[in-house]
């Protein structure tokens, strides 16, 4: 019998793994948990109790960052990727995502994958949208039989989650930077345009000493429940947040107000139409979410 700290790496059948060292201990949470209302997350380090190579876990470290959706905790840099075509890409969907990674503080790049099908039209189109707000992009095709070494830079030294709608490629993208890992892909049903098999469990892999990634299951549908307030959606729209003082208001929510910095700049074709109408419509998901 023995105490030890490790790092949840995986959740599974509702046991918990906890890697100490180049040990791993299938461990159970103990009951005190649940009736604080607190679950243990990937990622979360922790104490834990070993008895006969079942580990109890006894105390969950303060969090430098939780996420929703998937739940992670510690994570550093956050890689969205989406399709644009097979399946279409969800703009909305996508906003959502940077809400999130915005709340959390975290590194972000954008992966638009399946970029053989795309025209260079199309792909200009996307890029201009997230790039020019400042965020980092990158077009990735699992097609091509070279790996995409600018991507797989992204993941040095980094702790980092790998997030995306269904069908997007993120399992066959990870086992192609990273082939000695076992990553779970799917293929594409032609009927529903959606992965007939998606990732199942959240798993952090440690690919080298100083990298570490976390490959999430695929969803359709992302709610707003990590919100904890409507204000910090415009405050997680990052050019809103870049122009929103030359407002006439300063608690100016970007919508009916006069003199509205936001939407003039909308109307130059200066921030993203897409962009700003996907907000109008988080906001009011938002409300309804309160209210019900």
């Not at 075509?85 to 915005?102: A, G, Q, V, Y």
């Not at 996307?126 to 992009?137: A, F, L, T």
């Not at 980094?158 to 997007?168: K, L, Q, R, W």
């Not at 594409?188 to 490959?215: M, N, W």
Request: charged residues 30%.
């Amino acid at each position: 019998m023995s105490d030890k700290t490790g790092v949840i790496t995986k959740i599974q059948r509702e046991l918990f793994y906890v890697s100490v060292g180049n040990e791993v201990y299938p461990s159970k949470a103990k009951g005190n948990f649940r009736n604080k209302k607190i679950t243990p997350v990937v990622g979360d380090k922790v104490d834990i109790h070993i008895e006969n190579g079942l580990g109890f876990i006894l105390n969950i470290h303060p969090r430098s960052v939780l996420l929703h959706r998937p739940e992670v905790s510690n994570v550093d840099k956050c890689f969205v990727l989406s399709s644009i075509k097979s399946p279409n890409i969800n703009l909305m969907l996508l906003d959502k995502f940077l809400i999130m990674i915005e709340k959390n503080n975290l590194d972000c790049v954008i992966v638009f994958n399946k970029c053989d099908l795309l025209t260079e039209d199309e792909m200009q189109s996307y890029s201009d949208i997230y790039r020019n707000i400042g965020y980092k992009v990158i077009f990735n095709s699992n097609q091509n039989t070279d790996v995409n070494n600018k991507l797989l830079n992204e993941f040095k030294n980094h702790i980092s989650c790998v997030i995306g709608p269904s069908g997007a490629g993120k399992s066959s993208t990870l086992k192609k930077l990273f082939p000695n890992e076992d990553f779970v892909s799917g293929k594409i049903s032609d009927k529903t345009q959606r992965g007939k098999q998606t990732t199942r469990h959240i798993e952090i892999k440690r690919v080298d000493e100083d990298t570490y990634v976390l490959d999430t299951p695929g969803f359709s549908s992302f709610d707003l429940s990590f919100l904890d307030d409507k204000s910090e959606i415009k405050k997680n729209f990052i050019e809103f947040k870049a122009n929103s003082d030359k407002c006439k208001f300063n608690n100016c929510d970007h919508i009916n107000e006069p003199k509205c910095e936001i939407k003039k700049l909308v109307e130059k074709g200066v921030i993203s139409k897409s962009r700003y109408d996907n907000y109008l419509e988080i906001v009011e998901e938002y409300e309804k979410f309160r209210r019900y």
